[in-house]
């Protein structure tokens, strides 16, 4: 395990954010990215990303603290990126990408990297400022969500060898596709739930007969 905490890939995570076009082609053309690392990018970004909803302050804020679940938060930046693996590979399968799975997992842990860099400051920072100075606070996260947006971007078009017009056409084709995984999801769930409402009606029926 150690040898994806390496300080070589954490160089590569980090270089991400100055060289991302040389950075993501070594990361799939000479196996320099580190799942480990890139789930781990993810985790941070959606615990810091709870803790801004809960702790971020009242000028920029208008969330309920109580109303908010953490688990279910994180768990739900977990479930959008498997969605987005899922759907970039099974239609990059069909336009003759280079990228494996692990290549789009890598890119898109790497990618959260400037938001969660920035996020944790820009929670700091809004516990002090005033109605005033609010945007400042929206300013840097506005450059945070642009730059992971780039990031992305470039690290789709890198690992499969793409132009930039296949890329935004690929990346189009995902977010329908991950759009049909979730409508064939809630599908699946509801046939469980009646399966399961069928089965329960009829041991209630017997419990009561017999």
């Known amino acids: 395990m150690r040898k994806y905490f390496t300080r070589e890939h954490l160089g590569y995570m980090f270089g991400v954010l100055v060289r991302p076009i040389d950075s993501f082609y070594e990361i799939r053309y000479r196996d320099k990215g580190s799942v480990p690392l890139a789930v781990i990018c993810v985790f941070v970004l959606s615990a810091l990303f709870t803790i801004n ?15 908010i679940d953490g688990i279910e938060e994180m768990s739900a930046f977990f ?46 920072l809004s516990r002090f400022i005033s109605l005033e100075e609010a945007a400042f606070y929206h300013i840097l996260i506005g450059i945070g969500i642009a730059w992971t947006a780039v990031l992305m971007l470039i690290g789709v078009m890198t690992v499969h060898n793409y132009t930039l017009l296949k890329t935004l056409i690929t990346l189009v084709l995902t977010f329908i596709t991950i759009l049909l995984l979730v409508f064939i999801g809630l599908l699946v769930l509801d046939l469980l739930n009646q399966i399961y409402r069928f089965f329960y009606s009829i041991y209630t029926e017997l419990v009561f007969r017999f």
């Open 53 to 67: 909803r809960i702790f971020a302050g009242f000028v920029v804020n208008d969330v309920n603290p109580r109303t």
């Open 79 to 124: 479930l959008i990126l498997a969605l987005f693996c899922i759907g970039n590979w099974a239609v990059t399968v069909l336009m003759e990408g280079e990228g494996r799975m692990r290549d789009i997992i890598t890119v898109a842990g790497y990618a959260m990297l400037p938001i969660a860099l920035i996020l944790g400051p820009a929670t700091i």
